[in-house]
């Protein structure tokens, strides 16, 4: 997820600056780049730390970028230039980025799965959500939206709709990922759903990429044995 960091206003987040670079095009050419950098990146990381780790990259795509007739080719010429294993690339998008290109979305959903990409449904929750429109989609997995994680200890029944959301994961054989934990308390009750992955502030927070590289040479001995990444302890691995 692109970061802005604005040499007046600071560091900006996606909800600042996103919309209107969809509705001048601008998300175009930036979605572009993003996933040509990301997927350096990726492999400038999984160099550093030794390819074995198996190192895989998520990526968010644009509702506009998605409908682009040349967005799967674009994937792969993003992975030939730097030299990223399919199956380390993992695109996130949205519910809505999905149903805007009806039929053609699962068409290119299922291009990207055959090649070895894996695909996410972000925001998962907040849309289309349905068992006969899950069933349809060639994906590998959902992430629950954060609406959801950032009520899970105050609302009864957003706990109750996060376990439905699970249950539905399970069901399609799909990995299930909750954003925007930000607190023990969210993550102690995820735990309790048995929710295999989460993610947010509570682990770790945004970062550049050069200071990521810093972070994984400077990763404990045991992580390095262990090939597992703890940004903070004790916490599952994310």
């Known amino acids: 997820m692109l970061r802005w960091e604005n040499p007046e206003k600071g560091l900006l987040f996606p909800s600042r600056f996103l919309r209107a670079a969809e509705e001048s095009g601008l998300i175009l050419p930036i979605g572009g780049w993003v996933l040509k950098q990301a997927c350096r990146d990726a492999v400038a990381w999984g160099k550093q730390i030794g390819q074995e780790f198996g190192l895989a990259v998520n990526v968010n795509v644009s509702a506009r970028q998605f409908a682009e007739p040349n967005f799967t080719r674009q994937v792969n010429d993003a992975l030939i230039e730097s030299g990223l294993a399919p199956k380390q690339l993992r695109l996130e998008i949205t519910e809505a980025g999905v149903m805007e ?4 979305a699962i068409d290119k959903l299922r291009t990207l799965k055959d090649s070895g990409v894996r695909v996410y449904l ?23 939206d954060r609406s959801f994680t950032s009520q899970l200890d105050s609302e009864e029944r957003t706990l109750g709709i996060s ?5 539905m994961g399970e069901m399609f054989g799909l990995d299930v990922t909750a954003e925007g934990v930000e607190t023990e308390r969210q993550l102690e009750l995820l735990t309790d759903l048995s929710c295999p992955t989460a993610q947010g502030n509570y682990f770790c927070r945004p970062m550049s990429s050069e200071a990521f590289s810093v972070f994984l040479a400077l990763r404990s001995e045991n992580d390095r044995e262990s090939n597992v990444i703890n940004f903070r302890k004790p916490t599952p691995t994310v």
Not at 101 to 104: A, D, V
Not at 122 to 144: A, E, H, V, W
Not at 163 to 167: D, G, T
Request: proline share 3%; glycine share 12%.
């Open 101 to 104: 290109t009806g039929e053609e």
């Open 122 to 144: 972000d925001d998962f929750g907040t849309g289309y959500s349905s068992l006969k429109y899950l069933q349809r989609l060639p994906i590998d997995g959902i992430k629950i």
């Open 163 to 167: 376990k439905v959301i699970l249950q």
